[in-house]
């Protein structure tokens, strides 16, 4: 017996006409790329500038996040083990916000589907949602900090630095937002977006170096990417450096290695799936080339007229943040939607919530969700569609492409094809991505 759709079950049958044109693979060759040939012997090695301040015994909070950082689980673990070997207690707590449903036990849940386990770095994991007000800004905004963490001997944060998804400023994503947002839990994400986001990089950096000020901060393992989302290297970032010159820095290096789509116009872009474990905003602006919230100019490029996605990643928990920035989905997508959990990041998200927190158009399935995009999105003739479809925004450099891109793609020395032409939606599901 088929699924209940609920009020969504008048769209079932509903399927725009037309036949899509077929997709080949293709892939952008990248050159030059810094890669960590062992991200665990860098995180050792860049945390040695720590070695005479850490006395013995001393209770460690290492922080982890919620994103789908690549080697979160070794640098993490590279932290625990060289905390121990210079006689620390270690142990992990989340950073993370509001993420998993603004719950503990949910972002202990979160960190298992990152692979952060007590078997798997070696420490206790410690969870609250309990915090403690340091300070507040001119403003009256309050500064919230995890009660652990304001109890501990020291707090080491780790996290990726990257462009933000929405805001631009000389601090982005990085040591000081998962100091200021994620050991900011529920209330302290909240406060700190409550002012629009126009504000919230001023009021990040703020909030970081009042936390840094209470003296428990060591500093940060900063974790660089390349565009195939790679280590590009590991960094230790002082405490004084949080929020400053020196984090602005790592920021620079971080952007000019941000992957992105290798065309800058698009009729449609197909992702398969989006999610917490991919973007704070389920997929990364900076690759979609839409912010979509006030007070926020949007990009110049690339320019894409509508977007389809087709699943929420297991690591999501059922937290759907950002699925407002496409424009179809398929019914199956609803029922992975935890929509209390979706709405409670949301809410903390304030502006960065109001619009992405929309649901897009419902269709029956992938095919019909890519039929109603390629019939929205106002290209004519459809053997000049220019579609693209990629796995996530994790993933922007591998493609599948229609022939008007194909030719295209023909003609760069950057771009490679690597397979054949075949259905994008075969029965009416995306077809895979091998030839098997």
């Not at 090695?45 to 850490?54: Q, V």
């Amino acid at each position: 017996m088929a699924t209940s759709w609920g009020p969504f079950e008048a769209v079932r049958g509903l399927r725009p006409s037309g036949t899509l044109p077929q997709v080949t693979p293709i892939r952008r060759i990248l050159t030059d790329l810094q890669v960590s040939a062992d991200p665990y012997a860098d995180a050792q090695a860049a945390l040695e500038p720590l070695r005479e301040r850490i006395l013995p015994d001393a209770r460690i909070a290492v922080t982890a996040g919620s994103r789908g950082i690549h080697d979160l689980v070794p640098v993490v673990k590279a932290a625990v083990d060289w905390l121990k070997s210079v006689g620390a207690a270690p142990f992990v707590i989340p950073a993370m916000g509001s993420h998993g449903g603004a719950t503990a036990d949910g972002q202990r849940e979160m960190l298992e589907g990152l692979g952060i386990t007590p078997e798997s770095v070696g420490c206790p994991i410690e969870a609250t949602m309990e915090t403690v007000v340091v300070g507040s800004l001119p403003d009256g905004t309050e500064i919230h900090h995890d009660a652990i963490a304001a109890k501990v001997d020291g707090v080491l944060l780790v996290n990726r630095v990257k462009p933000h998804t929405d805001f631009r400023g000389p601090i982005e994503s990085g040591i000081a937002k998962v100091l200021a947002i994620g050991l900011g839990n529920h209330r302290g994400a909240a406060s700190l977006h409550a002012g629009g986001i126009p504000a919230l990089g001023g009021n990040i950096e703020a909030a970081a170096r009042m936390v840094v000020a209470q003296g428990k901060i060591l500093g940060g393992l900063a974790i660089l990417e390349n565009a195939l989302d790679q280590t590009a290297s590991v960094e230790f970032l002082e405490a004084d450096g949080i929020a400053g010159a020196a984090e602005n820095a790592l920021l620079q290096r971080a952007s000019s290695m941000l992957g992105r789509l290798p065309f800058d116009e698009l009729d449609v872009l197909v992702i398969d799936e989006l999610g917490k474990d991919k973007s704070g905003a389920g997929m990364d602006t900076n690759v979609i080339g839409r912010c979509w919230v006030h007070g926020i100019p949007e990009f110049e490029s690339p320019s894409i007229a509508a977007i389809s996605v087709h699943s929420l990643s297991p690591a999501s928990h059922g937290n759907a943040s950002g699925l407002g920035l496409a424009d179809v989905i398929p019914a199956r997508l609803l029922e992975q939607i935890d929509l209390h959990a979706s709405y409670v990041n949301a809410l903390t998200s304030g502006a960065g919530g109001a619009r992405r927190s929309r649901l897009p158009m419902v269709m029956e399935d992938d095919e019909a969700a890519v039929l109603a995009a390629v019939t929205m999105c106002g290209r004519r003739d459809w053997s000049e569609l220019r579609l693209a479809r990629i796995k996530d925004t994790l993933s922007p450099d591998v493609l599948m492409v229609t022939p008007a891109l194909l030719t295209e793609a023909a003609e760069r020395f950057d771009l490679e094809i690597t397979g054949t032409a075949r259905d994008l939606a075969p029965a009416g599901t995306l077809g895979p991505w091998s030839e098997r």
